[in-house]
């Protein structure tokens, strides 16, 4: 059994769907096992703030099918200095907290192998980002949800593109990551699908929308990451009209609607199996690892490994792009 008796949960950075099913599971997992949960609201500025609270089984009943995170999130820009970190430090220790559950991204975890250079506290992770940019797991915490909601905006906007012939350029989330470019893209049959990890050619994209005008492709749709490198959206509209005046173009950016929404069912299971793990890990002095799931079975990365330098897309995937959109 642990000797570990209180520990903090608080989510950070961008919220992801599933955040909610994680801190719930990690809640129950505690209370399970007479552990006693503490909830830090807004992640790192709350535990500078001191805005933390006690959790009890009930407090996380009827969360599980939510979107956002109860416990709210931030980025701090506070945690980043040394003043920052002492204050956090000392608000950990002053509520007696002696582990600590981090769901978040790969802020969060350059944050936390910050923090735990200068301090010793036991602490797991959970990868909680629609990015899906951390090493160590298959999936992250949100991206499911955030992959079918662009999926299902992307549908829409073929029906409407087929109705007018008109070229749709799409543009979704990821920062400076391609992986819900290329699953929705993919999943949407998109013509072409730019991405931040290939570097962009805009000839040769232009030359393939030429070679697709000439064979009367009835739909063209182009989806984009946020973080490509000739641009977004607007950007390469205005490139495409511009080789192209006789083309009806429009462009839509999703947004944050990719962030919020009922959680998938995947993403409430990936969140649920996580949370568990991380209070397992916690109570079998694990310290300073990422749980993720790796071919169905979960794995502790070290918080340095995690964090996305280490993540490639799959070859295999961008290699797809070009055959299926023949
Ligand atoms: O990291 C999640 C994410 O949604 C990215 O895809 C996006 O670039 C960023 O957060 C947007 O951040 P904010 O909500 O602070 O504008």
Redo the contacts with the bound molecule.
Sequence with gaps: MSTIRKIGVMTS??DSPGMNAAIRAVVRTATYHGIEVHGIRRGYQGMIDGDIYKMEAKDVSNIIQRGGTILKTA?SKEFMTDEGMQKAYDNLQKHGIEGLVLIG?DGTFKGAVAFFKKYTIPAVGLPG???KDLAGTDFTIGFDTAVNTAVDAIDKIRDTAEAHDRLFIVEV???DAGYIALHSGLACGAEDILLPETVTNINDVLDRIDMDERRKKTVHILVVA?GDDFGGAKELQAKVQERFPMLDIRSAILG?I??GGSPTCADRILASRLGYAAVDALCAGQTQVMAGIINGEIVYTPFEKAIKENVCLSKDMIDMIRVLAV
């Design positions: 950075g961008g980025r991204g980002t629609i990015d989330m990821g920062r946020e944050h990719q962030r």
